[in-house]
């Protein structure tokens, strides 16, 4: 080999290792970066572990804490005070409910007078003290004979606010204080069928909202179909209500009275909406762009509710549809609420969709306004942006969910919102649109908004479960009704439990 020949080849290995050198130093660099990032992410996610675990544990003992307050304050209330001692609350969760439970089956003694202790426990109630310490005993003696023996129990009450007067439910259903509210004059609660094959889902919405609320305010409940409903049916249902006063009133005269009551104007349009020249073939259940049934429930809300003679002696109508499904007691009134605040209507959830941009010209039509903007405020109120003829014409309308509300029903029958409705609705009968929650979003929209509220946004949280939604904003969980009720509903609203039919999914 050449000696010029060696330099090369010398110099080409000495070129390779440099880079072979080089590589290394690359690869141990990107081992070490790799390892410090998976060190990192370990630890946020180990960290994650811990704080999602740590809550779990927390809501654990909550949960615990809080079943334990609610079985002591109903031992309290059945005069159960014997037997029960701290060592129960350091039990298993699942232990400690079984014996509760074969603890409230024992008889009551016929002679332990607990008057005191229930005085007592209404007094701290009704002082809103922070609640009685753990280690703190009462003690109530009992006559046995010429003996005396001394029963001891351990609780924690817990925190509530003054002036909330408590009552403690006696009855074997019910775990929870429950507060009575004020009823109130000129109050309905009402709902819409279409007739005896939708009769079980009513019955189950009605009885949960019984034991949810309506037990402790009796409102008239008013129930409106456009079939007519057995007398046995109606029977149950009122079975199921106690002593709240129910009537069923049918809602219309007949499907074909109904057409031929019609003016000319609207008598055309309807038989060009379903394209024929003769309503005699057409029935509730006839397909006209959308089921004539439900188009009805729609068009009854929208502007026959409000002038109904089954109404006319009411203000304030609190509205549930059938598969809207009350899951836990009401520990607030939002009917006391919109009446001392002179509420015009007072919704479950907002915005529900919108009604298309094509509505506007027909709101300017009926309220000599378009809609521009509506949308909630921090305070949960209504804000409505509004503008003249022609104005926000590309632009549609965020409607309020008509599943849940309260409505000021002199509001809606004044004259400005009946005229508006009425041009808002022109020619149209069993359209799809124009529809109920339009016709009570667009008057307070303009006339009141500030009279208008979310019931979150007023601190009433009282999840109703409809369509697999809680209140219309959370997705519930489990899905399904029948589920949720299995394995929450059931513990939140004992009171219901074995009682109300749970008949529906959803």
Same mark, same amino acid.
């Given at each position: ?25 690359? @690869? ?30 927390? %809501?654990?003992?909550? @949960? ?17 005070? !014997? ?102 004059? %000129? ?27 309506? !037990?402790?305010? @009796? ?34 005269? *007949? ?69 809207g499904f009350c899951a836990k007691p009401w520990q607030k ?22 009604t298309n941009m094509k509505i506007q010209p027909h709101i300017?039509?009926?309220?000599? %306004? ?38 000021n029903l002199d509001f809606y029958r004044s004259a400005p919102?009946?005229? *508006? ?8 009968? @069993? ?27 007023? *601190? ?22 029948? %589920? ?23």
């Amino acid at each position: 080999m050449s000696s010029s020949n060696y330099i090369h080849v010398n110099s080409s290995l000495h070129s390779g290792r440099k880079r072979l050198g080089v590589l290394r130093v690359m @690869l141990a660099s990107t081992v070490v970066f790799f390892s410090i990032v998976s060190l990192y992410f370990s630890h946020n996610q180990v960290s994650r572990i811990h704080e999602v675990s740590g809550h779990h544990r927390a %809501k654990k003992l909550r @949960l615990r804490e809080e079943l334990a307050k609610h079985n002591l304050l109903r031992l309290a209330s059945k005069g159960l005070v !014997h037997s029960l001692g701290n060592n129960s609350l350091k039990e298993n969760g699942n232990q400690r409910q079984n014996k509760t439970k074969q603890r409230l089956s024992r008889p009551v003694p016929k002679d332990l007078d607990i008057a005191p202790l229930q005085a007592a426990i209404i007094k701290t109630l009704e002082e809103g003290r922070d609640g009685i310490k753990e280690d703190r005993v009462v003690q109530k003696t009992v006559k046995k004979g010429e003996k005396q023996a001394s029963s001891v129990v351990n609780f924690t009450l817990p925190k509530t606010s003054s002036n909330v007067t408590a009552s403690i439910q006696a009855t074997t259903n019910s775990t929870y204080i429950d507060v009575p509210f004020k009823r109130y004059d %000129k109050v309905v609660i009402v709902t819409k069928i279409h007739g005896p094959h939708q009769w079980e889902i009513l019955e189950q919405s009605f009885c949960l909202l019984h034991h949810a609320y309506n !037990h402790k305010v @009796l409102y008239d409940i008013v129930v409106f179909t456009a079939e007519p409903v057995p007398q046995d049916n109606v029977d149950n249902l009122q079975k199921m209500l106690g002593n709240a006063k129910l009537s069923v009133e049918l809602d219309n005269r *007949g499907f074909q009275e109904e057409i031929a009551a019609l003016p000319p104007n609207k008598y055309n349009h309807f038989l060009e909406m379903c394209n024929v020249t003769t309503p005699a073939n057409l029935t509730w259940w006839s397909e006209c762009k959308f089921r004539l049934a439900y188009n009805w429930q729609a068009e009854f809300r929208s502007l026959h509710i409000w002038h109904h003679p089954a109404l006319k002696e009411y203000k304030y109508m609190l509205w549930m549809d059938t598969d809207g499904f009350c899951a836990k007691p009401w520990q607030k009134d939002p009917v006391e609420y919109f009446i001392e605040n002179d509420g015009v209507i007072m919704f479950d959830h907002f915005p529900q969709a919108q009604t298309n941009m094509k509505i506007q010209p027909h709101i300017y039509h009926g309220f000599n %306004k378009t809609i521009c903007e509506l949308k909630l405020n921090e305070e949960g109120n209504l804000v409505s942006r509004l503008g003249e003829e022609g104005e926000c014409y590309q632009r549609g309308v965020p409607n309020i969910h008509g599943f849940f509300h309260i409505t000021n029903l002199d509001f809606y029958r004044s004259a400005p919102v009946k005229n *508006g409705l009425e041009k808002l609705f022109g020619d149209c009968f @069993l359209c799809r649109v124009p529809d109920d929650q339009l016709a009570v979003t667009a008057p307070a929209a303009i006339l009141a908004p500030e009279r208008s509220w979310e019931m979150r946004g007023k *601190g009433f949280h009282l999840d109703v479960f409809h369509n697999g939604m809680m209140d219309g904003l959370d997705i519930a969980k489990p899905a399904g009704f029948k %589920k949720y009720w299995a394995e929450v509903g059931k513990f939140d609203l004992p009171s219901a439990d074995g009682i109300c039919p749970i008949v529906a999914k959803n």
